[in-house]
């Protein structure tokens, strides 16, 4: 297993565009997490799933954020109309499951630029 | 209210030496884990260290232990005889345990230069 990878690893884009983000976590975890993180600060969470179920969502991710874990395997989080302000790295991560408690494993993150 | 203070915005090490990275952390979950990351300028987040609520010793993991104070509700991250592959940015986060939550909280980190 080659770890948590995420793709892109860097997406520019226009304000008002859409973009999409892929996880595909490590195969055996069946929790994966969404952060933000902007430049300077520790990362913010944004949901999680176990397997395909959506079980938390943070306030700070408003209605033109969406993350889907179809088959409960990768995860795609979604941000419609861009705006300035969703410039950050997007992190994921995945976890065995609730008992585990010997750190999550993040991958490399996206990069979100809006121009 | 759940957060995690780190109030050393900047370290620097002389190679070879130890060093001490500040967390206190606020709860009132009876129950939760303490994590510490390191980000390298690759952008990834490594695990490093855990620490449970309940856990009567101090985290240790090769180079790195952790000084868990629990009545002073500090974290604090040890890193002896630091190497110049050390220098990156260093998150303590917790995640309560009471409840099932998935969530780690992380505070604001610190950017540890080993200078050779």
């Known amino acids: 297993d080659t770890g948590v990878s995420q793709d892109p690893r860097h997406k520019i884009t226009k304000r008002g565009q859409n973009v999409t983000f892929r996880c595909d976590p490590i195969?055996?975890?069946?929790?994966l997490y969404w952060y933000r993180q902007t430049l300077g600060q520790g990362p913010e969470f944004l949901t999680y799933?176990?397997?395909?179920?959506?079980?938390?969502k943070s306030r700070l991710l408003s209605d033109r954020f969406s993350a889907e874990r179809p088959k409960g395997s990768f995860s795609t989080l979604e941000i419609q109309r861009t705006e300035q302000g969703d410039s950050a790295m997007y992190l994921c991560a995945s976890s065995p499951d609730q008992v585990s408690l010997y750190g999550y494993t993040f991958g490399s993150g996206t990069r979100l630029t809006v121009v | 209210a759940q957060k995690i203070t780190q109030t050393q915005p900047g370290m620097f090490v002389q190679e070879k030496e130890a060093v001490t990275l500040d967390c206190t952390y606020d709860?009132?979950?009876?129950?939760?884990?303490l994590f510490w990351y390191k980000q390298p300028s690759s952008g990834e987040m490594i695990f490093l260290i855990y620490?449970?609520?309940?856990?009567?010793q101090n985290a240790t993991e090769g180079r790195y232990s952790l000084n868990f104070q629990k009545a002073r509700k500090s974290a604090n991250l040890v890193i002896s005889a630091s190497q110049l592959g050390d220098s990156a940015m260093y998150f303590c986060a917790m995640r309560p345990l009471s409840s099932n939550t998935g969530k780690l909280i992380f505070g604001q980190g610190t950017t540890l230069q080993v200078k050779p």
């Open positions: 799933f176990q397997n395909e179920a959506q079980l938390e």
């Open positions: 195969s055996e975890h069946n929790r």
């Open positions: 620490q449970g609520s309940y856990d009567q």
């Open positions: 709860t009132s979950d009876p129950s939760y884990g």
